[in-house]
């Protein structure tokens, strides 16, 4: 299919992971993509080489989304090489894995700035430039976290409770203006700042055992929702939060 052809999508975050499923499937889809990364450049190239490979078109932007001007030399640049964005994809995120008693405010600003601050900033300029064309679409990435609290994770639960509460709140604000707002919670998928958390075997056989579905799931199964979200298809979409868990989201605390 060429849902996206000749539209430009921004991925924040593309480097690896659900990031680089996400950008590898829109341009599969038609779509010129740009390819947003912090610090894995080789992530990054590896991407950009896939797309390359299969025939598609992407290109290839460095920035931290945490830092206001990195986000406005990003939207400014993405422009000026692909051409407006029709589709904005905010997957970046900073994960903090210490106790509520340890994490500093240094810490806690750090997280907020990548995970809600440039989220924010960078969904205000590209929804401008979408609500001038009359259209446009912004998927957000939660997390089950939004909902359900583990330990050793204060500031990145807090960031995505933000990210939905911030979620439904562009899309009233947006909706008159054709452009859709909706977000795409993940549960626990096997990428590799998931498996960093839990690096036994044991640990994750186990914590496999009480998801519904028997398993983590794929980048790839992540990628799916955050197509449809900002296709076509979902035209009626708007406000939305999305749960892709597994079912894990609706079940009891404990092991049944």
């Known amino acids: 299919m060429t849902r996206f052809a000749d539209q430009t999508v921004l991925v924040t975050g593309a480097s690896r992971g659900i990031g ?111 609500v001038e064309r009359g259209g446009g679409a912004i998927v957000h990435l939660s997390s089950i976290l939004a909902r359900l609290a583990v330990t050793n994770r204060t500031a990145y639960i807090a960031s995505k409770g933000a990210i939905e509460g911030l979620t439904r709140a562009m899309a009233l604000d947006l909706a008159p203006h054709g452009v859709r707002v909706n977000a795409v919670a993940p549960g626990l998928i096997a990428t590799e700042a998931l498996l960093a958390g839990m690096p036994s075997e044991e640990l994750q056989a186990a914590i496999q055992r009480h998801i519904p579905g028997g398993r983590f799931g794929r980048p790839e199964e992540i990628m799916a929702a955050i197509l449809f979200a900002a296709s076509p298809e979902a035209s009626y979409l708007n406000g939305a939060i999305i749960p892709v868990d597994a079912g894990l989201g609706g079940r009891e605390a404990g092991p049944a």
């Open 20 to 130: 680089a499923a996400t950008a590898t499937a829109f341009a599969a889809e038609g779509a010129r993509v740009a390819i947003n990364y912090r610090s894995d450049e080789v992530g990054a190239a590896d991407t950009r080489a896939a797309i390359v490979a299969a025939g598609g078109t992407a290109e290839i932007f460095r920035a931290d989304v945490g830092v206001i001007a990195d986000v406005d030399a990003l939207a400014a640049s993405v422009e000026k090489t692909l051409g407006p964005v029709s589709v904005l994809v905010n997957n970046a995120a900073m994960i903090d894995r210490s106790s509520f008693l340890d994490v500093s405010l240094d810490v806690f600003d750090a997280v907020w700035h990548a995970n809600v601050r440039g989220v924010y900033q960078l969904s205000q300029r590209i929804a401008a430039g979408m």
